[in-house]
C-alpha cells in the first residue's frame, strides 16, 4: 500500500463510516506490487549504467549541422541536446519527456541519420499498431512492440526471422509512448530479455532511450551474427 497517510487527525465529525477522512477522494489508494518494485529498480539501475555510445561525437555534430543547413526549421538547443543525447549518450537507459509539437519527432529523424552515419540504425516501435503506422510516416519502418518481442522471441530460439527484425552491435531501439506500455512490460518485454548479466559482453546493448520515447541499444563491441 503506497497512499501516503494524512498529516492531520481526522476530525470526528468529518469523517465517513469506514473511518476516512472526508477530504480524501474516494477510491484514491495506491497499491503496487513486488514485480512493479523490482522492475522499476531494473531500468533505474539501467539508466545509471555506463555503456559505449553508437555515435562519436562528430558524427552527430556533422550530421545535425547538415540537418540545419537544409531543413526548413533549424533544430533549436534543446532538440539538438536531446539528440545527442540520444545518440552520442552513454548511459544504458536514456529518458527524454516534451509536450506534442516540441519536435521529438525531428529529434528522433536526427538520430536515425547520425546512426546511419556510424553504420547502424534506429528500430522505432510502438505500443500500438495506429502509433506504428504513424511513426512510419516519418522514421524507418516501425512495428509494434509487442509483435517485435513475438519475433525477437523467435529468433531467441533459433528460428530465422527477416533481417528487420535482427539485431547487430550499435543499434538502437526507441519504444515511442512508452509510458502506455507500462513498467511491467517495458521490463519484461524487453530489459529482462536483453539485459540478462549472462548475455551482456555478447548481445553489448548500450543504450536504451525513453522519451515520451523509450530506447534501447547495443553498444560497440563485437557485432554477433545474427543477434
Known amino acids: 500500500d503506497l497512499t501516503p497517510p494524512d498529516f492531520h487527525p481526522h476530525h470526528p465529525e468529518l469523517v465517513r463510516a469506514d473511518g476516512t477522512s472526508i477530504y480524501r477522494q474516494k477510491d484514491s489508494s495506491t497499491y503496487t506490487t513486488p514485480a512493479v518494485l523490482a522492475a522499476e529498480d531494473a531500468l533505474l539501475a539501467a539508466a545509471r549504467t ?8 562528430g558524427d552527430f555534430d556533422a ?6 543547413r537544409h531543413a526548413t526549421h ?18 544504458l537507459l536514456v529518458a527524454g519527456i516534451g509536450p506534442a509539437g516540441s519536435g521529438k519527432t525531428t529529434v528522433l529523424k536526427v538520430v ?7 553504420g547502424s540504425r534506429l528500430v522505432a516501435l510502438a505500443p500500438s499498431s495506429r502509433a506504428a503506422k504513424v511513426l512510419s510516416k516519418d522514421l524507418p519502418a516501425a512495428h509494434t512492440l509487442h509483435g517485435w518481442m513475438i519475433m525477437r522471441d523467435k529468433a531467441a530460439d533459433g528460428e530465422q526471422v527477416p533481417p528487420a527484425y ?10 515511442d509512448e512508452a509510458g502506455m506500455a507500462g513498467t511491467v512490460l517495458l521490463y519484461s ?14 548481445a553489448a546493448f548500450g543504450r536504451l532511450l525513453f522519451t ?13 551474427a545474427g543477434l
Do not use: N, T
Not at 550530421?63 to 540545419?68: G, M, S
Not at 533549424?74 to 548511459?91: I, N, S, V
Open 50 to 57: 555506463v555503456v559505449i555510445p553508437a555515435v562519436a561525437a
Open 63 to 68: 550530421v545535425a549541422d547538415l540537418h540545419d
Open 74 to 91: 533549424r533544430l533549436d538547443p534543446g532538440q539538438r541536446a536531446l539528440a545527442k543525447a540520444f545518440a552520442c549518450g552513454e548511459r
Open 112 to 118: 536515425a541519420r547520425a546512426l546511419a552515419a556510424s
Open 166 to 175: 535482427q539485431l547487430c552491435a550499435g543499434d538502437v531501439v526507441v519504444v
Open 189 to 202: 518485454g524487453w530489459y529482462a530479455r536483453f539485459f540478462r548479466p549472462e548475455r551482456f559482453e555478447v
Open 212 to 224: 515520451a520515447l523509450f530506447a534501447f541499444g547495443m553498444a560497440r563491441k563485437q557485432r554477433p
